[in-house]
């Protein structure tokens, strides 16, 4: 297959500037969609200091509470989402994804969740923000304009390899009556594939999955390593949604790279796992 994904690479991801200091990023085939707000965060903003410094979004990363809590609501009112109408996976690298309703509303940032192991939510909800957690692993944004449903996946090696996007779609399918050729997909950023090094065993876990012109594309051996090798998440995930039944126009991959604009956004691999936390968000209208 003649891969055309890197064609919807260029200009598609805009940074946003909010009076209260907050910059995200935004994804422009959403925009014109007209039904979604979409955002990925960036450092810039908030209250956070040192390695978490300054929009940290992850609670999980040792920063004090009280300042991630402040960040996401610096970060709600940046895109015009209400904290209590967030509601967060709880990501742990697997491949599920489950339907969250109003009844999750502020599940993962205000209050506890009642979900465990879930690294995909979909809803048709709309004023329902959606959220996951990324610090190098690929945020995954499916929209169906056609059936108000929205999905946002954590997709890093493990839910890459588990098809996480697929099974999201699957969800969307079962769930709302989505039709997957009405779907845009957005692989937003994340580590690249020039950047994101691996060894042999998850090497062997993707030369296994992807066979042929895809497996050039998605792993590779990387020159004058022994026993290393390139993953491309973007790659992959790009043929995971093929594989989902989207159709090649509707997919979109961002050339943001985390790990080569570290000043800019939470790299795990940059910083050596010393680093705060960024969120996707996408909610319907
Ligand atoms: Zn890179």
């Given at each position: ?22 910059a995200y ?15 990925f ?125 697929k ?7 079962n769930?709302f ?6 779907v ?82 939470f ?19």
């Amino acid at each position: 297959m003649n891969l055309n994904y890197i064609k919807n690479r260029e200009r598609m991801t805009e940074m946003k500037n909010a009076d209260n200091g907050v910059a995200y990023l935004t994804f422009s085939p959403l925009n014109k969609l007209n039904c979604v707000v979409n955002a990925f965060s960036t450092r810039v903003g908030g209250f956070s200091d040192g390695i978490y410094s300054t929009l940290n979004l992850n609670f999980n990363q040792g920063d004090d509470i009280e300042k991630v809590n402040k960040n996401f609501e610096a970060m709600g009112e940046a895109i015009g989402v209400a904290v209590e109408n967030m509601v967060m996976a709880h990501q742990t690298h697997t491949a599920n994804v489950m339907r969250v309703t109003k009844d999750n509303s502020g599940m993962g940032i205000i209050r506890e969740r009642n979900y465990h192991d879930i690294d995909g939510i979909v809803t048709n909800e709309p004023g329902l923000c959606l959220v996951t957690s990324h610090a190098d692993c690929i945020p995954l944004y499916f929209v169906d304009p056609v059936r108000n449903a929205i999905g946002l996946s954590h997709s890093g090696w493990k839910g890459t390899a588990g098809n996480i996007a697929k099974n999201t779609v699957e969800l969307m399918k079962n769930e709302f009556g989505t039709d997957p050729k009405d779907v845009i997909g957005i692989i937003g950023p994340g580590i690249c594939g020039e950047c994101y090094e691996i060894g042999q065993d998850v090497a062997d876990v993707f030369t296994e999955k992807y066979k042929g012109e895809e497996q050039l594309k998605v792993v590779r051996p990387e020159v004058g390593k022994e026993g290393k090798y390139l993953l491309d998440l973007h790659a992959a995930n790009c043929y995971n949604m093929l594989d989902a039944g989207l159709t090649e126009k509707n997919i979109y991959v961002s050339d943001v790279c985390t790990m080569e604009n570290s000043e800019l956004l939470f790299s795990h691999r940059a910083s050596k796992g010393k680093r705060g936390g960024l969120c996707a968000f996408l909610m319907l209208k």
